[in-house]
C-alpha cells in the first residue's frame, strides 16, 4: 500500500483569538504546505485521529479510544455540523482488523464528534464531508487515562489493517501539542456540572455560547499575561516531534501519564493521537520520512501549535 501521515494541531479559538499577523501568516503558510502534501498524495481513505471535549464521549462510558462506522459533527466553535463521509466497509474492517491483533477496540456506530475532527478536515479537504474517512476517537482529557504504549498499540493495529486494504491511506492527527484549556474536570465538579460531564445531556444554545465564551476569554487572558493555565513548553513540545521525526516511536512508552500534565498541561494528551498517527504509518509503510515540520507556541490559541508531514518508505 501507499501511506502518509499528517498531524495539525486544531484550536477552538482559530479565527477568534488570532495571534499577530505575522505569527498567522506563518501559520497560514505551514497549513498551505500540508495542503498541497495532502493534495498532491490524493488520499483515497483518512484516517482521522482525534479527541473529544465533552461533545461526544461522557463519563458514563468513556473509552479510550473508538473507531466509528458513522459519525455526526455537532459545530461547535464555528467548524462544520453534520455528517463525516465516513467509509463504513473501510472502518468495519480496520476494527476487524484491530481486534484481530489482539487491541480492545470500542466501535460506535452512531459517533458524535466535535471541532477536533472538523478542524483538519476542513483545514486541508475543505470541508468534513469531502473525502471518506474513518473516524477513531483517541481520549487525551477524561481520567483515568491509559499508558501510551496502549495508543501506540493501536496505532499499530490500525496500520496493519489498512495495509490489508491496498489504498492510499492517509492517517491524519489532530491535536494540540503542549496546553491547558480551561476544560471542566469531573473529580470535585459541582453537581450539576459532573451531571453533564457523566450524562452527556446536550447543551442548549445559551450554555453552549456561554461555555464558548468562557475559552474565548480564557485565550484573551493567557495572552495577556495570565498563569492560571500551565505554561505552553516549547522544549517539550519539540522533543515530541524530534522522536516523531526520528522515528523513536518506542520512547513514548516510557512517557508517564502525570509527567505528561505537569510538562505539557491538562490536554496535552492529545499528542496521543499524533503517536497513533505516525505509529499506524510505521506499520503500514515499514519506515517512514517527515517531509516538513512546523512549530508555533501559540498564547492566544492556548497551544503549542504545530503542522508536520510524512511520507511511507513503503514495504
Excluded at 481520549?139 to 489498512?162: K, M, Y
Excluded at 493521537?273 to 519506515?287: C, K, N, P, V, Y
Aim: hydrophobic share 45%; with cysteine; aromatic share 8%.
Amino acid at each position: 500500500m501507499t501511506a502518509a501521515a499528517v498531524g495539525l494541531s486544531h484550536s477552538p479559538l482559530i479565527g477568534t483569538n488570532d495571534p499577530a499577523p505575522e505569527v498567522l501568516a506563518r501559520v497560514d503558510r505551514a497549513v498551505g504546505a500540508a495542503r498541497d502534501f495532502v493534495r498532491a498524495f490524493d488520499p483515497e481513505l483518512v484516517v482521522l485521529y482525534a479527541p473529544d471535549h465533552y461533545n461526544g464521549f461522557f463519563y458514563k462510558e468513556m473509552p479510550p479510544f473508538c473507531l466509528a462506522t458513522e459519525a455526526h459533527a455537532v459545530g461547535d466553535f464555528g467548524s462544520q455540523a453534520g455528517p463525516l463521509s465516513v467509509d463504513t466497509g473501510a472502518a468495519k474492517a480496520l476494527a476487524q482488523g484491530v481486534l484481530d491483533r489482539g487491541v480492545d477496540l470500542t466501535v460506535s456506530a452512531r459517533m458524535t464528534v466535535d471541532h477536533g475532527f472538523a478542524q483538519p478536515l476542513e483545514a486541508l479537504f475543505g470541508g468534513i464531508d469531502q473525502v471518506p474517512v474513518v473516524p477513531v476517537f483517541v481520549n487525551g482529557v477524561a481520567t483515568p487515562l491509559g499508558p501510551v504504549s496502549r495508543i501506540r498499540a493501536l496505532g499499530t493495529a490500525v496500520g496493519e489493517a489498512a495495509a490489508a486494504l491496498d489504498r492510499r491511506v492517509l492517517f491524519l492527527a489532530s491535536g494540540g501539542l503542549s496546553h491547558d484549556p480551561p476544560v471542566p474536570v469531573l473529580d470535585g465538579a459541582p453537581p450539576r456540572v459532573a451531571d453533564a460531564l457523566i450524562e452527556g445531556r446536550p447543551p442548549t444554545p445559551e450554555q453552549r455560547a456561554k461555555g464558548e465564551q468562557r475559552v474565548i476569554q480564557a485565550g484573551r487572558d493567557y495572552a495577556a499575561g495570565s498563569d492560571a493555565m500551565i505554561p505552553i513548553n516549547p522544549a517539550w513540545d519539540n522533543r515530541l516531534l524530534d522522536h516523531l521525526e526520528k522515528g523513536e516511536l518506542a520512547e513514548f512508552d516510557s512517557w508517564s501519564v502525570e509527567e505528561m500534565a505537569k510538562q505539557g498541561g491538562g490536554s496535552a494528551h492529545e499528542v496521543r493521537t499524533w503517536i497513533a498517527a505516525f505509529a499506524s504509518l510505521a506499520a503500514a509503510a515499514g519506515s517512514y520520512e517527515m517531509n516538513s515540520r512546523f512549530y508555533e507556541a501559540i498564547p492566544a490559541w492556548i497551544a503549542g501549535f504545530a503542522v508536520a508531514t510524512a511520507t511511507g518508505h513503503g514495504r
